[in-house]
């Protein structure tokens, strides 16, 4: 282990942090959502910050706020689904796209990001133009301002992709509306959700199956960027299975700080 990850391992450990974030003047290194992410330094693209549901939205009150995923968590889950050639990447309440950009890397059929916040949407679709203008030989990225929870399957095969992005009222009618697809256009789905608070609907559904269960760490250059050091992402993938669950798939999710974090438990 490195001095720079024991270091982060000792302030990020629950005694510490709990301590210091009472000190107001200390409390701001573990508030790394607002600062730059290494990312978007990298990219020349906007994805930071912590950005709070508008209150004027009829469905505000369901929402969680923006804050963008670790790249190199996205980039793990998303290279450890068997397939993705001839499946397209959809990012249900995407923001300002992080994850998009990720999906970008690798070789979706497209990608495409719903988004509720039209101003997020903006940023989105701004921060889509400078990549393709860089990665031009990258799948386009196309951002649409929809309820995540009732959009229709854009293609017969999707990787569904979710950063806990609201409560489980709305989670309940996405995994409904899945289900509806699956009786249409949908032929298979991978849903990769990140932060899965309320996974247990995904389980409670005969239409889904686990795929795997990780908690995966955040890279190095991330430490600080984010308020943990890892995080649980979950992968489900509809039934009928096209693929054999890994051996961590069935590992429990247990839900703490007041709710707003899942965490895997053997």
Known sequence: MSLQTQL????????????????????RIYDGWRRRHPFDVEHGVDTSGFVPPDDQAPIAAHMTPYAGSQPSIVRARLLALPVRSGYTFVDLGCGKGRPLIVASEMEFAAVAGVEYSPALATVARSNASIIASRFPARPPIAVHVADATNVEAIAPLIVYY?????????????????????????????????????GHLFDESDRFERFDAVTQTYAAQELGFGPDLSDAVVTWQTRPPRATPRPNASRKIAVRANGTRAVLVD
Do not use: C
């Open 162 to 198: 979710m950063y806990h992005p609201f409560d489980g009222e709305l989670v309940a009618a996405l995994v409904a509306n899945i289900e509806r697809q699956l009786a249409s256009a949908l032929q298979h789905a991978f849903f990769v959700y990140y932060n899965p608070v309320y």
């Open 8 to 27: 982060f391992t000792f302030f990020w450990s629950p005694p510490v942090k709990a301590s210091l974030q009472r000190v107001r003047l200390v409390r």
